[in-house]
């Protein structure tokens, strides 16, 4: 019934944004009365945080296979940054949640929220290996470096969405950009050259 709701609750922040999301709505979808799905959401930010928490599994499901078997610093770094932002654009509602904060009052709790922060870590570490792989000068190797990689990505994603929802990753006059906009944001790092 839980993944149900979710998939329920999926298609209504959809159709209506995603701060029209109510338990009472999703209960109603399913045929059911609202106070069936409080013993799972107890209220709506509870609702939103395991969607939350799919979404964020999905994105890094996504990462994780762009990556996979791709040798270590700049070609995981593009892919993943290529497959973030075409997860986004794929899946425009749980991208919301997940790069936004849409919903007043509403953040993810601290156990739902730790795997972003080690995905940052892990971005971090591609970062660090670049530099010592000599693909990214030294000045690269920094946490407001992954900081800025963030803003272009949201940045592309943010436009996307707000100003072209519904276009494909490839035709989307934003995100047709991802690629550039990554090597424009690295070209600011380009290593020393060689003695």
């Not at 979404?55 to 497959?83: F, K, M, N, T, Y």
């Not at 936004?100 to 570490?125: Q, Y």
């Not at 436009?159 to 047709?176: E, K, M, T, V």
Request: neutral net charge; aromatic residues 8%; charged residues 20%.
């Amino acid at each position: 019934m839980r993944d149900e709701a979710l998939e329920h609750a999926l298609a209504l922040m959809a159709e209506q944004g995603v701060g029209a999301l109510t338990v009472s709505e999703v209960a109603r979808r399913m045929g059911i009365r609202g106070p069936s799905l409080y013993k799972y959401f107890p209220r709506r930010h509870a609702m939103y945080d395991a969607l939350f928490a799919r979404g964020l599994r999905a994105q890094q499901d996504a990462v994780r296979a762009a990556v996979d078997g791709l040798e270590p610093g700049l070609p995981r770094l593009r892919a993943g940054a290529r497959a973030v932002v075409r997860w986004a654009v794929e899946h425009p509602a749980s991208a919301q949640l997940l790069h936004w904060r849409p919903v007043p009052g509403f953040a993810p709790s601290p156990a739902v929220f730790a795997p972003a922060v080690d995905e940052m870590a892990d971005v971090r570490t591609e970062f660090a290996e670049a530099v010592r792989l000599g693909q990214l000068a030294p000045a690269a190797d920094t946490d407001d470096t992954v900081r800025l990689w963030t803003v272009v990505l949201s940045g592309l994603i943010s436009q996307q969405l707000a100003n072209q929802p519904g276009a494909s990753f490839p035709d989307g006059i934003f995100s047709r950009l991802t690629d550039r906009a990554i090597e424009q944001f690295l070209s600011a790092y380009r290593p020393p050259p060689a003695p």
